[in-house]
């Protein structure tokens, strides 16, 4: 069947209306490789003079066979009437000439293509492959130079490889680790520290994503052992099993022994820190129990003194009984320094937070010490800042201590001129108060060498400071370390013979008002006069007669007992108003004497007050007394004034 154009035959073939085609090699190819189709028909071989072309699907052998027993049956002639009708007439040499000019181009062109192709895709192929060559090369000199130890282990243990670095490290050669188990050459059954390491090899491969990083001892061929910080990467076969784990270490030795010995010398430090802390257990017991029996005498001293002051008339005696209450108090302050120092050392000193009124804390230092500057022929200055908060929040009786500290030492060494004590402030935010707290002296001044020794607990500026003036060199201390614990800080200023300087900081909070004392409170010292009946333990001798005495003179009845057993059955035998309860007495101390009596009292009802009377004066002393059940905390010596307090809150006075 006649077609216009070889494309129209080959969109004929592609529809499956021709089966079998002729037509020159070139377009043929062309057209059938354009419509997609060149797999489905089958070239038959060149036809030459005499002979027809012819082509079947591809695949079609029977059809092919067919064909050709077909054309070798026909006969010569009809064979030329055929080939006549098939190539049909001549219609000029142009047309053919162009076909075939066309059909060669495209068949050069194709294979120039082709060919330029196949020459770009070899050059590129062998571009690539001296690329890769090189790649492996330098990822071959990168393994081998490195400073890590690379090794590629297959999955039953075994190694494939380990880089030059490992085996010099662990002392082998290559070919005495090559297909060797690395439980047999470089990784021992057990870590020093139990750890079963043949375990942890199947682990890695079974679970390599939990075995990311692992740190464990490996062993030299040498026999020592070391640490290595290992890298675990798994590769994988097509079905996800892994095959081979590549692990990068680095040796750690060094960084483990050092930990090591971090730790020995934590737990050396810790135990030099637990017999610090023993150690100044014991020093703060030794402080409380030499506070306690200094005290205990100290307190018959001041009592007897402080009743003799008030009972006897003006004269020789008077003044003896008050040089013997000077120097008695002069004692109580040395050792109350020794305790605060002791309390601050240990990081027991407990700082309170109340309003109050910083003018006032100034006009109480200003009558404390008026007079003694006045009987040494000093001029006691004070000045406030006219822009002084008020009121604020802090600790008043400590910001009072380092007052006192500050103003004693300027009138004590301080021979001639004037003494000036100043407060200002500022406030440094909406809660916060800075104070600040300045003595001036025109006295002797001191050393710049000796600015920041004075300081130093027990230290004085020289030997012979404390032979002329006496003291225990801890009031600056102590001053010192209350400013840092309220947040400030306490300098000096000093030029020999011309006088010092003390500057005293301190933080305080900013607050609204400051309490004031209730009618009730004011009114207590005018209620009516009552006598108490009053039992007192005390196992000190000096010390009942001194409070028989006292309260004697106080118009009150009371009945003495020596220890805490005897009290509780004197208790128990009559009624009391109140009990003033010693605490350390032989046989029954006041502690468990007032556990006895107020687990009576929960059987049998009532309460009685009970008051503890102690020497013991360390920090947690009077929470410890008040949780044990006793009522109310005088440490001694005890005073008349504050013996006189105590009765009058009590309904006596």
């Not at 490789?33 to 012819?54: C, E």
């Not at 333990?537 to 007669?545: G, I, P, Q, S, T």
Request: aromatic share 6%; net charge neutral.
């Amino acid at each position: 069947m006649p077609y216009p154009s070889y494309e129209s035959i080959i969109q004929a073939a592609k529809a499956h209306k021709v089966s079998v085609f002729s037509m020159e090699t070139p377009p043929a190819t062309y057209f059938l490789n354009k419509y997609g189709i060149a797999d489905q028909f089958k070239r038959t071989p060149p036809l030459y003079t005499g002979q027809f072309h012819r082509a079947v699907r591809k695949g079609n052998q029977a059809l092919l066979a067919l064909l050709n027993n077909g054309f070798d049956r026909i006969p010569r002639e009809a064979l030329a009437r055929i080939n006549q009708r098939w190539y049909g007439e001549s219609i000029g040499q142009r047309v053919n000439w162009t076909y075939l000019l066309i059909g060669a181009g495209c068949g050069a062109g194709l294979i120039l293509l082709l060919g330029l192709s196949n020459l770009w895709l070899r050059r590129l192929v062998a571009r690539r492959t001296r690329e890769l060559k090189q790649q492996e090369e330098q990822y071959r000199d990168l393994v081998q130079q490195s400073d890590s130890i690379i090794l590629r282990w297959h999955r039953d243990g075994t190694i494939a490889f380990l880089n030059e670095y490992g085996c010099r490290f662990f002392g082998y050669t290559p070919d005495e680790l090559i297909g060797r188990h690395v439980c047999q050459t470089i990784v021992p059954a057990r870590q020093q520290d139990g750890v079963d390491l043949q375990v942890m090899i199947a682990q890695i491969c079974e679970h390599p994503d939990e075995y990311r990083l692992n740190l464990n001892q490996n062993i030299r061929k040498d026999g020592q052992l070391v640490w290595i910080s290992w890298s675990n990467r798994p590769v994988c076969d097509e079905t996800g099993t892994v095959q081979e784990i590549v692990s990068v270490g680095s040796d750690v030795t060094a960084l483990k022994e050092t930990e090591a010995a971090l730790l020995e010398n934590r737990r050396e430090l810790e135990e030099a820190r637990r017999q610090a802390e023993a150690a100044n257990e014991a020093k703060s017991l030794f402080l409380a129990n030499m506070s306690h029996e200094i005290r205990t005498p100290l307190n018959a001293v001041i009592g007897i003194n402080s009743m003799l002051v008030e009972r006897v008339g003006d004269g020789e005696l008077q003044e003896l009984a008050r040089d013997a209450m000077s120097a008695a108090n002069n004692l109580l302050d040395i050792i109350s320094d020794v305790l605060d120092l002791s309390k601050v050392e240990a990081g027991k000193l407990a700082l309170v937070s109340v309003p109050f009124e910083p003018r006032l804390v100034v006009n109480q230092l200003e009558r404390m010490f008026s007079l003694l500057a006045r009987e040494k022929g000093l001029h006691l200055e004070v000045a406030l800042a006219s822009g002084l908060p008020h009121p604020v929040a802090g600790d008043p009786a400590r910001i009072q201590q380092i007052g006192v500290n500050l103003l004693g030492n300027a009138i004590k060494f301080t021979e001639q001129g004037t003494v000036r004590l100043a407060m200002s402030g500022r406030l440094l935010d909406q809660e916060q108060v800075e104070l600040v707290l300045q003595v001036t002296d025109s006295g002797k001044g001191i050393s710049a060498e000796n600015l920041e020794r004075i300081f130093n607990p027990f230290v004085q500026e020289d030997l012979s400071t404390t032979r002329k003036f006496g003291g225990t060199g801890l009031g600056l201390t102590i001053s010192r370390r209350l400013a840092q614990l309220m947040g400030g800080d306490l300098t000096v200023t000093s030029r020999p013979g011309e006088g010092s300087t003390f500057t005293c900081t301190i933080r305080c909070s900013t607050c609204c008002t400051v309490p004031q004392r209730t009618a009730d409170s004011a009114a207590g010292r005018e209620r009516p006069y009552r006598s108490l009946r009053i039992l007192v333990a005390e196992d000190a001798v000096v010390n009942r007669k001194m409070m028989e005495a006292l309260l004697r003179m106080e118009r009150h009845l009371a009945r003495f007992v020596e220890n805490g057993r005897q009290a509780v059955a004197a208790w128990r035998e009559e009624p009391f108003d109140l009990i003033l309860m010693d605490i350390q007495m032989p046989e029954m101390d006041g502690m468990q004497a007032t556990l006895e009596i107020r687990q009576a009292e929960a059987a049998l009802g009532g309460h009685i007050p009970i008051i503890a009377l102690t020497a013991y004066a360390m920090s947690g002393d009077r929470d410890r007394f008040l949780a044990a059940g006793m009522d109310g905390y005088l440490a001694k010596p005890i005073t008349v004034e504050q013996v006189r307090e105590l009765l009058l809150s009590y309904g006596g006075g």
